[in-house]
T-cell receptor, first 112, second 113 residues
Framework: QQQVKQSPQSLIVQKGGIPIINCAYENTAFDYFPWYQQFPGKGPALLIA?????SEKKEGRFTISFNKSAKQFSLHIMDSQPGDSATYFCAASGGSNYKLTFGKGTLLTVNP | DAGVIQSPRHEVTEMGQEVTLRCKPI?????LFWYRQTMMRGLELLIY????????DSGMPEDRFSAKMPNASFSTLKIQPSEPRDSAVYFC???????????FGPGTRLLVL
C-alpha cells in the first residue's frame, strides 16, 4: 500500500514559472514531511522540510504548504530556473518509527 | 566531511553472481539506511541500522539480500545470487537520528545481465 501519493509524475514549465508538486498521505501518525531534490547521477538531497504545527514554510524560492485536515502538502518553486530541473520527492515519517516513506517522484524540467 | 561514500559507483555482473555494495557513512551518524531506486517502484527502504545493529529489515526483498554493519564506519549490502530484476540504483544514507535529515550517498548503479 503506497502511503504517500505524489503528483504529477512530470512537469514542464518555462523559466520564471511556479511549478507546484502535490503529495497526499494516509498515515495520521506522520509528523515530519521533507522534500528531497535529486539531480541525475546523484543521491537525493534534503531541500526543505515541515512539521504539522505550521501551515507553510519558506526557504528562499521554495515553499511548502501543509494542510493537515486534508492530509496533503505541496512544494512551490517561485521564479523557477533551468538549474531547478531535477526530480523532486516528497516523503513522510513519524509514529512508532521514523522510517521515511517516499513518493514516486516528479521530474521537473524548467525550460530557458 | 566527504559525505556518504559508496563503492563501486557502477557494477555490471551476470545473473547468479554475488554482488557486494559498500558504504561509509558520515562520521558521528548513528543511523544508516540502504535504499533501492527503480523507475517502477521509486525509492524503497531495504534496511536500516542504529549503532551498527539492524533495526528493521522488512524491506529486504528476499533471502538473497543481506546487509551487515561490522563497525560504525562501514556497511555492506550483498546480493547472492543476483538476478536481472535486482538491477537498480542502490543508495546508502546516514543520519544523526531518526526524524532528522538523511544524507544520501551518490549511489551504486547495478546492472545484472
Amino acid at each position: 500500500q503506497q502511503q504517500v501519493k505524489q503528483s504529477p509524475q512530470s512537469l514542464i514549465v518555462q523559466k520564471g514559472g511556479i511549478p507546484i508538486i502535490n503529495c497526499a498521505y494516509e498515515n495520521t501518525a506522520f509528523d515530519y514531511f521533507p522534500w528531497y531534490q535529486q539531480f541525475p547521477g546523484k543521491g537525493p538531497a534534503l531541500l526543505i522540510a515541515i512539521r504539522p504545527d505550521v501551515s507553510e514554510k519558506k526557504e528562499g524560492r521554495f515553499t511548502i504548504s501543509f494542510n493537515k485536515s486534508a492530509k496533503q502538502f505541496s512544494l512551490h518553486i517561485m521564479d523557477s530556473q533551468p538549474g531547478d530541473s531535477a526530480t523532486y520527492f516528497c516523503a513522510a515519517s513519524g509514529g512508532s518509527n521514523y522510517k521515511l516513506t517516499f513518493g514516486k517522484g516528479t521530474l521537473l524540467t524548467v525550460n530557458p | 566531511d566527504a559525505g556518504v561514500i559508496q563503492s563501486p559507483r557502477h557494477e555490471v555482473t551476470e545473473m547468479g553472481q554475488e554482488v557486494t555494495l559498500r558504504c561509509k557513512p558520515i562520521s558521528g551518524h548513528d543511523y544508516l539506511f540502504w535504499y533501492r531506486q527503480t523507475m517502477m517502484r521509486g525509492l524503497e527502504l531495504l534496511i536500516y541500522f542504529n549503532n551498527n545493529v539492524p533495526i528493521d529489515d522488512s524491506g529486504m526483498p528476499e533471502d538473497r539480500f543481506s546487509a551487515k554493519m561490522p563497525n560504525a564506519s562501514f556497511s555492506t549490502l550483498k546480493i547472492q545470487p543476483s538476478e536481472p530484476r535486482d538491477s537498480a540504483v542502490y543508495f546508502c544514507a546516514s543520519s544523526p537520528g531518526l526524524g532528522k535529515t538523511q544524507y544520501f550517498g551518490p549511489g551504486t548503479r547495478l546492472l545484472v545481465l
